[in-house]
């Protein structure tokens, strides 16, 4: 499908790269800011079309089209479509988590009223951009993804939010001290992925699916209440 | 759709003998399927071609055509002939369970065993799974909808013993527990868990989401 424009180009525009003598320093700044230039294009074009095409269906070349820059130039920034797409989720989220980290602090109620909001300010972002997120979880199972991405599952900071949720719980004495936080984290993410599909295929609004990941929140937090 | 054809083909057999010409079909699916499958495994979805198919079957990509539409018609086949065998194999690991844990439990480690020597192809599965054309596809199948129907059943029969309460939202908590089967494939598949592991985790995971439905 999409794979076979990608591979070629790696290996020969890096050794390029290294090739070339040391610029001057006043140079090195104008480079440096035209692979910025060439790095937010390309993350604004990969955006957009793997939210309208999804992630297998989207090309690296028609990315470089999109963005106005040749494929070389997208290789010479990203190892793989893998990476781009990392990068494109990476660039949104750290805006979610910067409000999320606004506003956790002051949310009040109990862990499993705490976490529905917080996964409901997720669904009312992310629902802009559903095909995108779906993308994202995709490529967990990417045969190409690199090391160094990021995908779905192993966003930290997602799951460090979720984390002091529950341990604020075992302060206020409505999450079990002995249940494997963890455990509860991989829970909650698998029915955050699921209620995500929902959305996609059944075309369901974000007032939907805050309804079905309430249900899937307190169904959790019965597990995690003390005994 | 295509892949109902076997069953078709096993139709006819009962009324008449399989000509000849039926029979080379037959055995020309069955190459290209098994040699599709060692494809998927080796190189992914996306990094096997009909062409390498075709080759690795002895054939020419014609032959492969006259009997799928596509890659994902061939996937979507192999994908479903494993999904029905290990929805037979979880039955019967439930049939000797003792308990709606048990039982669950046995499905989960069944399932994990099913996968076991098959783990790049059930990788493939999972990308494949969450693409917006082929998802829905393998999702809502037939095969697929029965292990959910399955999960659907043990907890009925929980409620049915008394274990679980009359309130014991059966569908979404059978669902749910299908996503936690799945999700722990991510740890089988990347982090080389055993299935040691993968049971211990299952049965925290199963104790969690059964708590708020137990009785008393």
């Not at chain 1, 956790?104 to 095909?131: N, V």
């Not at chain 1, 995709?138 to 045969?143: M, N």
């Not at chain 1, 249940?179 to 939907?208: C, F, K, N």
């Not at chain 2, 039926?22 to 062409?51: C, H, N, W």
Request: charged share 25%; glycine share 8%.
């Amino acid at each position: 499908m999409a794979t076979e424009t990608e591979i070629p180009a790696e290996a020969g525009l890096g050794a390029l790269e290294v090739a070339q003598p040391p610029p001057l320093v006043v140079e090195t700044g104008v480079r440096q800011s035209q692979k910025e230039a060439t790095r937010n294009r390309v993350i604004v074009a990969a955006r957009d079309l793997f939210d309208a095409q999804g992630y297998q269906g989207t090309t690296i070349r028609e990315i470089a089209k999109q963005a106005g820059v040749s494929v070389g130039s997208v290789f010479t920034t990203f190892a793989s479509k893998g990476e781009i797409l990392s990068q494109v989720m990476q660039d949104r989220l750290d805006g979610l988590y910067e409000e999320l980290d606004r506003v956790m602090p002051h949310l009040r109620g109990s862990t499993a009223d705490r976490l529905c909001t917080m996964f409901s300010i997720h669904f009312s972002f992310e629902a802009q951009r559903m095909k995108l997120f779906l993308a994202h979880i995709a490529a967990a199972y990417d045969w190409t993804l690199p090391a160094a991405a990021t995908p779905f599952g192993k966003t930290q900071r997602l799951q460090d939010i979720i984390r002091e949720c529950l341990v604020k719980g075992v302060v206020e004495g409505d999450v079990d001290p002995a249940v494997d936080h963890q455990e509860i984290i991989d829970l909650l993410m698998s029915a955050y992925a699921w209620t995500y599909r929902l959305a996609v295929w059944d075309g369901a609004g974000a007032d939907t699916l805050t309804v079905v990941m309430d249900r899937q929140i307190n169904l959790i937090a019965a597990g995690f209440a003390p005994r | 759709m295509k892949h109902i054809a076997p069953l078709q083909a096993a139709g006819e057999a009962v009324v008449k003998v399989p000509t000849r010409r039926t029979l080379a079909k037959q055995q020309t699916r069955a190459k290209v399927l098994a040699a599709a499958r060692r494809l998927f495994s080796e190189e992914g979805y996306e990094g096997a071609t009909i062409r390498d198919i075709a080759a690795a079957a002895g054939m020419s990509t014609g032959a492969v055509f006259a009997n799928f539409t596509d890659k994902s018609d061939l996937f979507r086949e192999i994908m479903l002939a494993d999904m029905v065998a290990l929805g037979e194999a979880m039955r019967e690991a439930a049939d000797r369970a003792k308990g709606v844990d048990d039982a669950l439990l046995k499905m989960f480690s069944a399932g994990y065993a099913f996968y076991k020597s098959q783990l790049p192809l059930a990788r493939a599965a999972f990308s494949v799974g969450w693409t917006p054309e082929e998802g829905p596809q393998l999702r809502n199948s037939e095969p697929s909808q029965q292990l959910i129907e399955q999960l659907v059943d043990q907890l009925n029969a929980g409620v049915e013993r008394g274990e679980l309460g009359q309130e014991a939202e059966v569908k979404l908590r059978a669902q749910m527990l299908f996503e936690a089967y799945l999700s722990n494939y991510k740890q089988a598949i990347f982090e080389g868990w055993s299935l040691d592991a993968l049971q211990a985790r299952s049965r925290d995971q199963i104790r969690v989401l059964l708590a708020g439905a137990r009785r008393g």
